[in-house]
């Protein structure tokens, strides 16, 4: 295995966060800071609780992973669309390196920041709410779980695109509406009946419910079901991923 | 440089590329580069030059046949293969927002080699490039961009090196800074490969020139045994008096007279044992037809190049 291959790409695109740290961190860290301040105590205040939650400290789990989806999809989608977009991709298609270690690479520093936002959103969210983590352990693995499959789907949402717009349109029409809709902010118990039943084939429910769980024991979905989910999302990445390196779709001709 | 090497450092064998579309890029290429020389690929726009050169490095795949690198199938062993080859490639393809040595060291590693500081230091100060390298690619030069291709192409250590166009858009004295380290890197013992349109250039630096038109491969020649085949003299008379045509009695000789009359001009060829001057300025004594200035002149690889690509053209069609 080329490690040092694997290692350039991950210490490349890691400096590019640290250029990038106003937009890469503060912009997303500050954004969700106001999601707390209008949703957890402007208005959360006069809501009740929710499953014995305070509303509050209720929408801190959706909303690090309304980040942490959208983080994700986007360091992994730019970071490899960059390469095709200036023609530096030469290097990386003439490279000694598989492409399972270019994948090691760029979803690992996409995953890696993406981890790292979500811990400090949730350590941003600690100054407005005061919350406890049930399952530390199960929260992590969520978080990481999370965070390497939607950056795997990056990658491929940057293998596919061939310009600027097609490289928004999934984050901002698909994960954006089905992360909003997928109980970051509700409980989907609120939902009259039709809408529970529906609103069940959006993956991100099982995805903030089971991250819900793990930090107050309570979720719309049995875990077991969200853990299912994460997994076969990041088997089915894993299999285009693999069909897009074995035929070279995009990126060999 | 030993050019009768039995081992080439690079072998292609049968190999076609036919795209997606039918359109066929490469028909059968066989060509062996040995190793330490200087093999100049020349063709004119559209011939098969970056795509022989892409699929050589992995960034296209073959349709058929093999290419071994090294002693290393490019690709059943590709990573030992591609470990050998360092790639200039012809559009300035580079990281903007990155300084110099980020760009370099990132290279070194892609490439699977072990950070060296002090080699990538030595590079960058052959290309003179050390001074830039805290700088962001995005502020240099056209001719320092294409400075750090090169730097890239070398920070793993290649001992075989392509370099497609690398003097397209580089002004003169880069340009012979560049053919200098070009020099310097065949005395090192590496293999380059490039490809050129300034055909005085591959005629002053190649040990062998390819010819390469419509994707196959017409000729591929040691470079002084190529002009001397297909090179052609000419001797210019220029005339005390001017004719209004040529005399009858110099039909023996394949003359052509220049439009205002004043130039006589007689080609022949390069390789032949007896020129027939010595005949043709008798001849012309006889007949009182005197000059007062004679020069001779050959075809350059340049006049050899369009002939051939002319040549091929007509066969094709």
Same mark, same amino acid.
């Given at each position: 295995m080329n490690l040092y291959g694997i290692r350039a790409i991950y210490h490349f695109e890691m400096a590019r966060t640290f250029r990038t740290l106003a937009e890469s961190i503060a912009a997303p860290v500050l954004t969700t800071s106001l999601y707390f301040i209008v949703f957890g105590k402007a208005i959360g205040s006069r809501l009740g609780d929710i499953d014995s939650v305070s509303y509050g400290a209720f929408i801190i789990p959706g909303l690090v992973m309304l980040n942490l989806l959208n983080e994700s999809i986007a360091n992994a989608s730019f970071g490899i669309y960059m390469p095709k977009w200036s023609g530096t991709i030469y290097e990386l298609l003439s490279a000694p390196v598989s492409w399972i270690e270019v994948l090691i690479g760029y979803v690992g520093a996409a995953a890696t920041k993406s981890v790292v936002l979500g811990l400090l959103i949730m350590g941003t969210a600690r100054l407005f709410v005061p919350y406890e983590i049930a399952h530390p352990g199960w929260m992590i693995a969520f978080l990481l779980l999370t965070a390497v499959t939607f950056s795997l789907f990056g990658f491929i949402i940057g293998l596919w695109a061939d310009n600027f717009q097609k490289l928004q349109v999934v984050p901002m029409l698909v994960v954006t509406p089905l992360t909003f809709l997928g109980g970051a902010f509700y409980?989907?118990?609120?939902?009259p009946p039709l809408w529970q039943k529906i609103t069940l084939f959006n993956p991100v429910v099982y995805l903030i419910s089971g991250f819900r769980w793990s930090f107050y024991?309570?979720?719309?979905?049995h875990i077991a079901m969200s853990i299912g989910m994460i997994c076969g999302f990041l088997m089915l990445c894993l299999a285009y991923v693999g069909w897009v390196f074995k035929t070279g779709y995009k990126i060999r001709n | 440089m030993n050019t009768h090497n039995p081992v080439p450092i690079l072998s292609v064998r049968g190999v076609n590329k036919i795209y997606?579309?039918?359109?066929?890029?490469? %028909?059968n290429i066989n060509l062996d580069i040995q190793r330490g020389e200087i093999f100049a690929l020349l063709g004119p726009n559209g011939a098969g030059k970056t795509t022989l050169i892409s699929l050589i490095c992995g960034i296209v795949k073959a349709s058929s046949g093999t290419v071994i690198a090294d002693g290393h199938d490019i690709v059943r062993d590709y990573r030992a293969a591609r470990a050998t080859i360092g790639l200039v490639p012809q559009e300035l393809h580079t990281d903007s927002f990155e300084s110099v040595w980020a760009t370099v060291k990132f290279s070194r590693g892609l490439y699977g080699k072990a950070p060296d500081a002090a080699y990538l230091e030595n590079v960058l100060r052959a290309l003179s490039l050390w001074d830039k390298r805290k700088a962001k690619i995005m502020t240099l030069s056209g001719g320092m961009k294409r400075r750090v291709l090169i730097a890239k192409a070398l920070a793993h250590e290649p001992t075989i090196l392509f370099l497609d166009e690398p003097s397209a858009g580089v002004d003169v004295e880069l340009r012979h800074a560049m053919w200098r380290m070009v020099r310097e890197l065949r005395a090192q013992g590496t293999t380059i490969i490039l490809t050129t349109h300034y055909i005085e250039e591959a005629e002053d630096m190649a040990d062998r020139i390819g010819v390469i038109n419509q994707g196959e491969l017409i000729v591929v020649e040691d470079k002084s045994v190529l002009m001397r085949k297909l090179g052609k003299k000419q001797l210019s008379l220029t005339l005390r008096q001017p004719l209004s045509r040529i005399p009858t009695?110099? %039909?023996?000789w394949p003359l052509t007279l220049s439009g205002d009359g004043h130039t006589l001009i007689y080609r022949f060829d390069a390789q032949a044992e007896e020129s027939g001057i010595a005949a043709l300025l008798r001849t012309l004594n006889e007949h009182g037809i005197d000059f007062k200035d004679l020069r001779s002149s050959e075809s350059s690889l340049e006049d050899i190049f369009v002939g051939l690509v002319h040549q091929s053209k007509q066969e094709l069609t």
């Open positions: 409980s989907i118990t609120m939902l024991g309570v979720a719309d979905v | 997606a579309g039918g359109f066929r890029a490469l %028909n009695e110099l %039909n023996a």
